[in-house]
């Protein structure tokens, strides 16, 4: 079956960038099959977009991030990256791998999430 | 954006009682060429990642217990808990697929009374 499994950093300082991997397993990367993104939970509130991608190069941001966030895939290590630059105290929140068929579009696959926190 | 609107926020249901959480999309998620409404649910319990329940407003997943269901149409949408148990406990969402940004709902708050 489709596993996710997200690493990083669980503590970043405010101003520099949050950089996470997600491990895909039991599902081609580079099928466009799929899609691939991210979404993020603040604590105690509900789920919001990152962003998502498919492998031909479809990809949203969501715009309340202004251009901060940039999704990448590894093919050789079947991973999606983020990056998120210019972080601060609001960017603290969970962040969950995600995907799902790229037909039904619902996201079907999730990380177990890994939380980040925004200090110094 | 479509915004998803979810009521109420928090709801308290005894075991064994029904639970009802609604789901308002601010604009039209059937589809025509298809006639498939574009709306999923999801259900979160504390301390985990969110797990798909729904599809299509009321196709389940494989292995979701038949007591839950979902309805709706066009822009409103409904999920119910037949019966509530005790491991229903969690925050369910609604998500419409329909448009990108594939907006969520706020999230309703499911717990026993």
């Known amino acids: 079956q489709v596993q996710l499994q997200e690493s990083g950093p669980g503590l970043v300082k405010p101003s520099q960038t949050l950089s996470l991997t997600c491990t895909v397993s039991?599902?081609?990367?580079?099928?466009?099959?799929?899609?691939w993104g991210w979404v993020r939970q603040h604590p105690g509130k509900g789920l919001d977009w990152i962003g998502y991608?498919?492998?031909?190069?479809?990809?949203y941001y969501n715009p309340s991030l202004k251009s901060r966030a940039t999704m990448s895939i590894d093919t050789s290590k079947s991973r999606l990256s983020l990056k998120l630059t210019s972080v601060t105290a609001a960017d603290t929140a969970m962040y969950y791998c995600?995907?799902?068929?790229?037909?039904?579009?619902?996201?079907?696959?999730w990380g177990q999430g890994t939380l980040v926190t925004v200090s110094s | 954006d479509i915004v998803m609107t979810q009521s109420p926020e928090s709801l308290a249901v005894s075991l064994g009682e029904r639970a009802t959480i609604n789901c308002k999309s601010s604009?039209?998620?059937?589809?025509?060429?298809?006639?498939?409404?574009?709306l999923a649910w999801y259900q979160q319990k504390p301390g985990q990642p969110p797990k798909l329940l729904i599809s299509?407003?009321?196709t389940p997943e494989t292995g979701v217990p038949d007591r839950f269901s979902g309805s709706g149409s066009g822009t409103d949408f409904t999920l119910t808990i037949s019966s509530l148990q005790a491991e229903d406990v969690a925050v369910y969402y609604c998500?419409?697929?329909?448009?990108?940004?594939?907006?969520f709902g706020q999230g309703t708050k499911v717990e026993i009374k």
């Open positions: 604009q039209n998620i059937l589809y025509s060429s298809d006639n498939k409404n574009y």
């Open positions: 039991g599902a081609s990367i580079t099928s466009d099959d799929y899609y």
């Open positions: 991608t498919y492998y031909s190069g479809i990809t």
């Open positions: 995600a995907g799902g068929s790229s037909i039904v579009a619902t996201v079907g696959y």
């Open positions: 299509w407003a009321s």
């Open positions: 998500q419409q697929y329909y448009i990108t940004p594939r907006t």
